[in-house]
């Protein structure tokens, strides 16, 4: 018996490494690259996550397509640049942004034989116009290359906060209609701003909405009762949705667009988490992100897929402590540094605005190691399209383009030039450091954050080498530099 169990086992093992493998993205919010243990971390614990980078590539200068959270999504399921499309954070009713004419990321993997799903945030709209949330929605991921999904629809500070499973309300009781209006205020749920008494964390003006499971939201809701979402269960929710796609595709190669609410605000951890870390909520969060990506392998290894499985574990923007609910993540904060040892967060140009904690785990043709190649999720795109000898649809994709062998480490040679897209631009080239001049003031609700988004009305050049914190702009002495860059950045808008 055996002698016969070893026989199988090595027959299971020689499958997987001949076939295709199974594509695994999990998109964490809001996690900056110092927020796990690999990367520095100080007050909380990410084994999971370690574990991966130890068995896998950590790459040290990956970046986010932008530094927002629908910009980012937009391009790393499209392959285009969000400015193109003039992609910005969107309302939770919001239209769908993604032209469903064109190839993406999902259709290009449907092509290749992949069964593909999301489970998670989505925040790239919904619809056409006006939603119905009482029926199934007619654009959405299905439209745009999912074969399955089960969404947060927007984010977990906006309403609905609901689920949504192949674009119908999870739970929606017909005789108790969903209305969602942002802008206009309906009767419904309470308010927070007319009931603070009722919040589990007070917030700032802009969050004070539809108060549900004692969390204010943006925007205004009524109706429901019986699908709203507990934010506690949400990592339970998303967890058990995700590895029960893996259980029913095991057969066939799939994608998994894993897309984790935390450690978005609000940062409600389980009780599971509470107090696992020593920065209060925003450090639990963080725990409770890393077991969320610890169900994710364990299904894959019961299955006896992990081998080969591609998993990218990433984010989609730099980390923010103040972004509208008061959980203490400053004073919490102790010797953590979110960004690691690099300027800026969430909202900024600087590098810790789109440099992300980027971790590639695919044991059957990856080496462990770390690199410091220059890349960017835009380009996962054509890289996987690469792997795959997948032919890029004609207009699809404009600004991905192929690192396949900088993913998989056998090279160190990513991009020459990378875009940056915060609210003005930034670009690398090699050490540089570029950043468009923007000489407006700062919005009020950014500098309410507590975030410096790069802004200058004096063109600003950094050596990211000699200067990774971008203290000392040294464009006066870089003519030639300078000049380089600001005709590629042309190149690039144009």
């Not at 029960?244 to 799939?254: G, L, S």
Request: proline share 6%; glycine share 8%; net charge neutral.
């Amino acid at each position: 018996m055996l002698l016969v169990s070893l026989l199988v086992s090595q027959f299971i093992i020689s499958q997987n490494k001949t076939k295709k493998p199974n594509i695994v993205i999990i998109y964490v919010d809001d996690l900056g690259y110092g927020d796990i243990g690999v990367n520095g971390a100080i007050g909380v614990k990410t084994p999971f996550v370690d574990e991966l980078a130890k068995n896998g590539l950590n790459f040290t200068d990956a970046h986010s397509a932008a530094a927002t959270c629908t910009p980012s999504r937009y391009s790393l399921l499209t392959g285009s640049y969000a400015f193109r499309n003039n992609a910005a954070i969107l309302e939770g009713d919001a239209p769908l942004i993604i032209d469903t004419t064109k190839e993406t990321l999902p259709k290009m993997l449907q092509k290749a034989g992949y069964t593909t799903g999301i489970v998670g945030k989505w925040h790239l709209g919904l619809g056409a116009g006006k939603i119905d949330w009482n029926k199934k929605i007619p654009l959405g991921p299905e439209e745009v290359g999912f074969d399955y999904s089960f969404l947060i629809p927007a984010t977990g500070d906006r309403v609905p906060t609901v689920f949504l499973e192949n674009q119908e309300v999870v739970n929606l009781d017909k005789n108790d209609p969903i209305t969602v209006s942002y802008g206009t205020r309906i009767d419904g749920y309470p308010w927070g701003s007319k009931h603070p008494e009722l919040l589990k964390q007070h917030t700032d003006p802009y969050h004070q909405g539809a108060v549900i499971n004692g969390i204010s939201r943006i925007g205004y809701m009524k109706g429901g009762k019986d699908a709203l979402w507990v934010d506690e269960k949400i990592p339970f929710v998303l967890s058990e949705k995700a590895t029960d796609f893996i259980e029913k595709e095991k057969e066939n190669p799939f994608f998994l667009y894993f897309s984790l609410h935390d450690i978005h605000q609000p940062r409600i951890a389980n009780i599971k988490f509470v107090e696992s870390s020593t920065m209060g909520p925003r450090g639990d969060v963080i725990a409770q992100m890393d077991w969320c990506v610890g169900e994710i392998t364990k299904a894959l290894k019961k299955q006896n897929l992990l081998d080969n499985t591609l998993i990218i574990f990433t984010s989609d923007n730099g980390p923010i402590l103040d972004d509208g609910y008061l959980d203490y993540a400053i004073e919490l904060l102790g010797d953590h540094k979110p960004g690691g040892k690099f300027k800026g967060a969430k909202y900024s140009v600087f590098e810790a605005g789109t440099r992300m904690p980027t971790i590639l785990h695919w044991p059957a043709k990856v080496k462990p190691g770390k690199s410091d190649a220059l890349l960017s999720q835009v380009d996962l795109y054509a890289t996987l399209a690469c792997l795959l000898d997948v032919k890029v649809a004609k207009n699809a994709a404009p600004d991905s383009e192929n690192y396949l062998d900088a993913w998989l480490g056998k090279s160190k040679k990513g991009r020459e030039f990378l875009l940056e897209e915060a609210y003005t631009y930034g670009l690398r080239f090699g050490k540089w450091k570029y950043i468009q001049p923007k000489g407006k003031p700062i919005p009020d609700w950014i500098a309410k954050k507590f975030v410096d988004p790069g802004f200058s009305a004096e063109i600003q050049l950094f050596d990211l080498e000699k200067d990774p914190s971008e203290e000392n702009n040294i464009a006066k002495n870089n003519p030639k530099i300078v000049k380089k860059m600001e005709n590629k950045l042309k190149e690039i808008l144009k």
